[in-house]
């Protein structure tokens, strides 16, 4: 099976942070995040800025707005997308992040969604 995780983080937490603390614990990810690899699994990992648009389609035209809904205050910062056997095998994977393995983590508020994903097209 695939599966598509999306690392969330708080900006207000981060934002709120000396810019040498971030870089630092930014740093600390590089380690981490080689180790994930080596699983060999990993079919894409990405990390996102923080300019967002969202588009809808309302009354027959599709609509620009600045930013996510905000149904959370929490931004995607980072999206990957894995292979595993079954959910609890793509929760370990996905424990082996950097967003759950940098201690640091919990202070900015970075979390991870893991979700099945039931089309995916790779074309190279």
């Known amino acids: 099976m ?3 995780c999306m690392g969330y983080f708080s900006p207000e937490k981060m934002n709120a942070r000396p810019r040498e603390e971030i870089e ?3 740093s600390e990810c590089q380690p981490v995040i080689e180790n994930f690899y080596e699983s060999g699994k990993v079919l894409l990992d990405a990390g996102l800025e923080s300019e967002v648009k969202s588009l ?3 009354n027959g ?3 620009v707005t600045d930013g996510p809904f905000k149904e959370t205050e929490d931004l995607i910062g980072s999206v ?9 095998e793509a929760i370990k994977m996905a424990s082996l992040h950097p967003t759950t393995q940098i201690s640091k983590g919990e202070e ?3 979390r991870i ?5 039931h089309f995916f097209k790779n074309e190279k």
């Open 24 to 26: 630092a614990v930014m």
């Open 108 to 110: 900015f508020g970075w």
């Open 2 to 4: 695939i599966f598509l």
């Open 56 to 58: 809808r389609r309302e």
């Open 61 to 63: 035209q599709v609509l």
């Open 80 to 88: 990957f997308v894995f292979e595993a056997e079954s959910m609890d």
């Open 113 to 117: 969604e893991v979700r099945p994903v």
